[in-house]
């Protein structure tokens, strides 16, 4: 299939497309764009700022990729935001520019961002996440792989949200939420672990029932949380392992957990 731009589309000078890219009536690229191979820029879509989109992403009717930041810090410059690969953007959803031209937003593979979610300056997004609608990561959110940041939920700047969380319909995430656990409130505490989608990736028993004691050691004991990490280091077992996963990002967490 060739490279499809409707007369109505306004593509600017300077605009980088590759090849089979379907770009639809009424849209708008700018002059900084780079759209990868097989890319399909659905009627009235905006793509603008220096912005660079890897290969099968779908860009659904009014959604704004790439606006320019909203940090009042923001002085200047040309900052970035760059996308990987498959990734779908439905309608209204905004997505924008770092705030320093040293940096960029970035999103990986394979998530799906849903109607009115919005993804702020200078995030970091991992891969085969859920954003439902009304979803909103404030700047500099760092969200790992897997996740779900349901209906309306709200995630502080700065907060970490470590692979395969949930945070549930209208909560409001203001410090860390680790690997596998969900959680709900505003503002938002941990619940539980994250079964059903542990279960749905394919997690042996024997994953879930460590998830659980993980879960039981730091939310469901008398143990503070230092000594609970602490017994949580001796049972480490090989790298990569859910262990691992939680203490790792117990090592980068800067607003503890929630």
């Not at 924008?96 to 995030?123: F, K, M, P, Q, W």
């Not at 404030?138 to 692979?163: D, E, L, R, S």
């Not at 690997?179 to 505490?189: V, Y």
Request: charged content about 20%; hydrophobic content about 40%; aromatic content about 8%.
């Amino acid at each position: 299939m060739a490279t499809a731009i409707h007369p109505t589309a306004v593509v600017e000078g300077g605009a980088e497309i590759a090849e089979d890219v379907n770009i639809g009536a009424y849209a708008y690229i700018g002059r900084e764009v780079h759209l990868g191979a097989r890319c399909e820029v659905r009627h009235h879509a905006t793509i603008d700022g220096r912005t660079i989109l890897g290969q099968e992403n779908t860009i659904h009717p009014y959604a704004f990729i790439g606006g320019l930041t909203q940090d009042l810090k923001y002085q200047g410059g040309n900052p970035g935001l760059r996308i990987g690969d498959r990734n779908v953007f439905r309608e209204y959803v905004t997505v924008h520019v770092s705030t320093s031209a040293e940096s960029e937003t970035l999103i990986g593979n394979r998530n799906t961002i849903l109607a009115y979610a919005h993804i702020a300056h200078d995030c970091v997004v991992g891969d085969d996440n859920i954003l439902s609608s009304l979803a909103a990561l404030g700047g500099h959110c760092v969200v790992g792989n897997f996740t779900n940041i349901a209906w309306n939920a709200g995630i502080h700047q700065f907060v970490k949200v470590g692979n395969y969380a949930m945070a549930a319909a209208s909560s409001v995430v203001t410090m860390d939420l680790p690997p596998f656990m969900l959680a709900q409130g505003a503002p938002a505490r941990v619940r539980t672990f994250n079964r059903i989608l542990l279960e749905r990736q394919g997690f042996s028993e024997e994953s879930i029932a460590e998830v659980k004691h993980i879960y039981k050691l730091l939310y469901r004991s008398y143990c503070t949380r230092k000594k609970a990490l602490r017994t949580l280091e001796k049972k480490r077992c090989v790298e990569g392992d859910v262990f691992d996963q939680v203490l790792s990002f117990a090592a980068q967490s800067e607003r503890g957990f929630c």
